[in-house]
Each structure stands twice: as structure tokens, then as C-alpha cells.
């Protein structure tokens, strides 16, 4: 008599207690995911605060924008060349060069302290350069 009323107990707490504990890892893993998100948010907030791609002609400062201001801006190269710089949604590259490699204009977006874009040809480079200026051992 004993023995069955315990069986039935179980029987019946078993499926209740799995519901609960799988409610359980979701909330954990929603928690997980929002706090991740958080950080990644901070993180990317902290990272493009106060950057600026800083412009160059042959080793001498041309211009500064500042990253979180969408803009364009034509680089007169020294020997009448030109590369066009687009800065967008906190990112810099080079939309159109006459340079004949146009690596400037295939390179990457960068937005990150210590990343350059150079172009050989027409002496030009774009470097990132962050407020903070911590991160700044690549090279
Ligand atoms: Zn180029």
C-alpha cells in the first residue's frame, strides 16, 4: 500500500520537476545571452569612442575625422594622385584611388586603434588612432 502511494507520487512530481528544471536553463541561458550582449555592447562602445582616422601624404599629417561622423574626403596625393576616403558607421576606407594596384581601395574597412590603410603608390596612409591609445602595439 505504502509502495504504490510512493510510485504514484514520483510518477506524478517527475514530469512537474523536468518542466521546472528545463524553465530553469532557459532563464539561465537567456540570462547568459543578454549578459553577453551587454558586454559585447560595452565593449564595442569603449572601442570606437573618440577614434579618428588620422590621413597622411608622404609621412606629413594631412587631416583627422573623427570616426563617429559619416564623411568623405578627397586626398590629394604629392603627385597630383588622389585616394577617397569614406568614413561610415564608425568605419574608414578607401572608396576610389588612381593608383594602378588599388590595394588602398581593396583593403578591409578598419575601425580599430593601431589599423592602417596605405597606399604606396600615392604616399598616402589612414591610420586609426583611439582616445584611449592603449591598444596601439600592432604594427
Ligand atoms: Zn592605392
Known sequence: MNEEKLCAEVENNSPHSVKKRIRNDIILVLAIILFASIALLVMLALRSEG????V????????????DKDAELIIQGE??????????DGEAYIREADCPDKICVKHRRI?????????????????????????DAVS
Open 51 to 54: 577614434g579618428a582616422a588620422v
Open 56 to 67: 597622411t601624404v608622404n609621412g606629413k599629417p594631412y587631416a583627422s575625422l573623427p570616426l
Open 79 to 88: 603627385d597630383g594622385g588622389y585616394n577617397i576616403l569614406v568614413i561610415k
Open 111 to 135: 575601425s580599430y586603434s593601431g589599423e592602417t590603410i596605405v597606399c604606396l603608390p600615392n604616399g598616402v596612409s589612414v591610420k586609426i588612432e583611439g582616445s584611449g591609445g592603449g591598444v
